[in-house]
């Protein structure tokens, strides 16, 4: 997808959604915009028939594609394929780095991320992809994501160890 998904369902929200003082018309401009963010258990399902919630292979593929240096390194991407993805609006600037350039129709946009409690974070600065891939160890249980920042180039893939009410941004792949 070109955008990230915007279906309201149980288990997602807009930015700011249910935070006290915060205007409706605001939150329904963060959705048009950002799209909707996602409980893990809820993004493994949301995707329309036909598509899927992105594994780590999925991503790969697209950073390879982006640049064939990419992948393989902990699936971060020291490169500017970030740059290469986000949209060329919708991000904040910062200090020397470059706006997007959406050389593949990516548009990656920051849409933040929200936590259990109500609150979130982000929006405009960073972006949080969901995968469908899990790291079950004896040590730890972790999901990983995609992440882009407005302050650099890259594309990070960290490992969230508590999922539970996590609301990231969910692309789906074609099957």
């Known amino acids: 997808m070109a955008e990230n998904l915007n279906y309201n369902v149980v288990g997602s929200k807009c930015y700011a959604e249910g935070v006290n003082g915060v205007p409706v018309d605001s939150i329904a401009k963060n959705c048009a915009i950002y799209g909707r963010l996602y409980t893990w258990a809820t993004a493994q399902s949301v995707c329309p028939s036909g598509w899927h919630l992105p594994s780590l292979d999925d991503f790969d593929v697209l950073m390879k594609y982006v640049d064939p240096s990419c992948g393989g390194n902990g699936g971060i991407c020291l490169?500017?394929?970030?740059?290469?993805?986000?949209?060329?609006?919708?991000?904040n600037s910062y200090n020397g780095v470059p706006v997007g350039t959406d050389?593949?129709?990516?548009?990656?946009?920051?849409?933040?991320?929200?936590?259990?409690?109500?609150?979130?974070?982000?929006?405009?600065?960073?972006?949080?992809?969901?995968?469908?891939?899990?790291r079950n160890t004896d040590?730890?249980?972790?999901?990983?994501?995609?992440?882009?920042?407005?302050?650099?180039?890259?594309?990070?893939?960290?490992?969230?160890?508590?999922?539970?009410?996590?609301?990231?941004?969910?692309?789906?792949?074609?099957?």
């Not at 490169?79 to 991000?91: C, F, I, N, V």
């Not at 990516?106 to 995968?131: H, I, M, T």
């Not at 990070?156 to 539970?164: D, E, G, H, K, T």
């Open 139 to 175: 040590i730890n249980n972790c999901t990983w994501y995609k992440r882009m920042d407005y302050d650099n180039e890259k594309v990070f893939q960290p490992c969230m160890l508590s999922i539970n009410g996590a609301l990231l941004s969910v692309r789906c792949v074609k099957n």
């Open 103 to 134: 050389d593949y129709g990516f548009s990656a946009l920051p849409g933040g991320y929200g936590v259990s409690d109500g609150r979130f974070f982000d929006v405009g600065n960073r972006g949080y992809w969901w995968s469908s891939s899990n």
């Open 79 to 91: 490169t500017e394929a970030g740059t290469k993805l986000k949209a060329t609006s919708g991000w």
